[in-house]
């Protein structure tokens, strides 16, 4: 069988059987064209196909892989844990390590709940949200993606941006009506939502540095974020699923807080009196909505707490977390975490229904435990240096041909956008010349190097893209710059 009818004859095969022939839409070359490739394997920094073509892969599994594809270690964690039991239906110790080991990174989030997907994780967020402070209304910003979850499809980038949808069919206009859609960065919307819904809002939810519609740059956002919901008694829910763990140890609240390691910098805040704190372990289990919304608003009230002002430390801390991706180094994982007076309200000490037959799956575990154990500081250092070493050759090749271009970064994630200013929004992403992308991707990947399928994606680097690697993509750059040019 010839090279290219493996793949084109594995593509038929799955679009006879699997809507559009993938799993998730973003898999699909739906805005580059083409046929997706199926992939038979994967080791550091290559993905191979199934017509046996190895590349050099930016895409990480979206953001899992910071480590590389199957590490030895990791892969050693999952065959030792299969070894003992796929799935018990009972707590196991490595979901305690697990939630441990975030604690540790990121100390706000006392308690963590663990689940299979970031989808789960923000749909519990909201849930959460909306029981603690028994109000309705949820703020998202244009272009933030966090999962397919019916509330939160308005506006979403990712996929949607992608397909070009406005939203998704059957999410019903009552699901639709119960969540504004305000434009990222813009802080007067957001304090004119507040007013004109007072005491309504539950939850405002925010990518901690936007990456599903290319990444846009927060700038003070988070802070301001922080600062309004604070206020007006809202929760503010961070979505780290994409940022956690891979812009630095702790996060991008981590990167923005200066949190070199969490737990020292949260001791430290406490001894001197500002920014984030240690709170005092929840003694009681089970506290009624009425009297959690209280301890809430009550925390807004400490200012300790609330982290409001112009502090240069620990500038902002939400009320929730959610994590994914990274956590799971590969395996469905996910989690959900903040302090011990919102988390408690979680079933079965709650009134706040979540639950999942592989929430928390062992052999998942082992692999999210093994990853963060082993993502060291030399692995972020890695990561910054390939990233900044990957934008400068993007740079130098648009340059060169004389392309309007701007690459935007938040950490170790970067995206390109085909015009003249980085983006600071929603409408700034779609005033580009997008379509640039597909010549530019596809010349990309004809050199061997694989890039998100689609403009309104990040780029994600790995600590194995050692120089090999990233001479690859180097070399592959100008001669992809020349096709984008040529369009
Ligand atoms: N939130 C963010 C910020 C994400 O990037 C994603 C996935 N790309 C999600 C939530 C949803 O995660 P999952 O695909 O695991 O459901």
Same mark, same amino acid.
């Given at each position: 069988m010839s090279a290219a009818s493996t793949m084109d004859e594995v593509f038929d095969r799955a679009r006879a059987a699997i809507p559009g022939g993938?799993? &998730?839409?973003?898999?699909?070359?739906? &805005?580059?064209?083409?046929t997706p490739r199926f992939i038979a394997s994967a080791s550091g920094p290559h993905v191979t196909d199934v017509d046996g073509r190895e590349y050099v892969d930016l895409v990480g599994s979206w953001g899992p892989a910071i480590l590389g594809h199957a590490h030895p270690e990791v892969v050693a964690a999952v065959q030792e844990a299969a070894s003992r039991g796929? &799935?018990?239906?009972a707590p196991t110790l490595g979901e305690v390590e697990l939630a441990e080991e975030i604690r540790r990174r990121v100390p706000p989030a006392e308690r963590v709940r663990l689940v299979s997907t970031g989808t789960e994780a923000t749909m519990t967020a909201i849930r959460l949200a909306r029981g603690v402070t028994g109000r309705d209304l949820v703020v998202k910003f244009a272009g933030c993606y966090h999962g397919h979850v019916d509330a939160l499809l +308005?506006?979403?980038?990712?996929g949607l941006a992608t397909l070009a949808l406005p939203g998704s069919a059957g999410v019903t206009p009552a699901t639709a009506a119960e969540t504004l859609v305000l434009p990222y960065g813009d802080v007067p919307s957001l304090e004119a939502a507040f007013a004109a819904h007072d005491g309504r809002i539950a939850a405002v939810i925010t990518e +901690? +540095?936007?990456?599903?519609?290319?990444v846009v740059e927060p700038g003070t956002f988070n802070a301001e974020i922080r600062r309004v919901t604070a206020a007006h008694g809202a929760l503010m829910i961070c979505d780290e699923v994409l940022t956690g763990f891979r812009t630095g140890p702790s996060g991008w609240w981590g990167v923005e807080n200066d949190v070199a390691d969490g737990a020292a910098a949260l001791a430290a805040a406490a001894d001197q009196g500002s920014g984030a704190r240690a709170r005092?372990?929840?003694? @009681?289990s089970y506290s009624p909505v009425s009297d959690l919304a209280a301890d809430v608003r009550a925390r807004r009230d400490d200012p300790l707490a609330a982290d409001a002002g112009p502090s240069t430390t620990a500038v902002w801390t939400p009320d929730l977390f959610t994590f994914g991706k990274v956590v799971g180094g590969g395996m469905p994982v996910a989690a959900i975490g903040g302090p011990a007076a919102i988390m408690d309200a979680l079933a079965p000490l709650g009134p706040v229904y979540q639950a999942g037959t592989? @929430?928390?799956n062992p052999v998942a575990v082992a692999a999210g435990l093994a990853t963060l154990r082993l993502a060291d500081d030399a692995v972020y250092a890695r990561l910054a240096d390939t990233s900044r070493a990957v934008r400068t050759g993007l740079t130098e090749a648009l340059d060169a041909v004389g392309l309007a271009h701007a690459v935007s970064s938040a950490a170790s994630l970067f995206s390109v956008a085909f015009r003249d200013e980085r983006p600071r929004g929603w409408d700034d992403v779609q005033a580009q010349e997008t379509f640039r992308y597909p010549a530019f991707f596809h010349a990309m990947l004809d050199a061997g190097v694989a890039l998100p399928p689609s403009v309104f994606e990040a780029w994600f680097v790995s600590a194995a893209h050692d120089d090999a690697a990233v001479g690859r993509v180097l070399d592959a750059l100008p001669g992809a710059a020349r096709a984008a040019a040529a369009v």
């Open positions: 993938v799993s &998730s839409p973003v898999r699909a070359f739906g &805005s580059v064209g083409g796929l &799935s018990f239906g +308005a506006a979403a980038g990712s +901690a +540095a936007p990456a599903n519609m290319g005092t372990p929840a003694t @009681s592989l @929430s928390g």
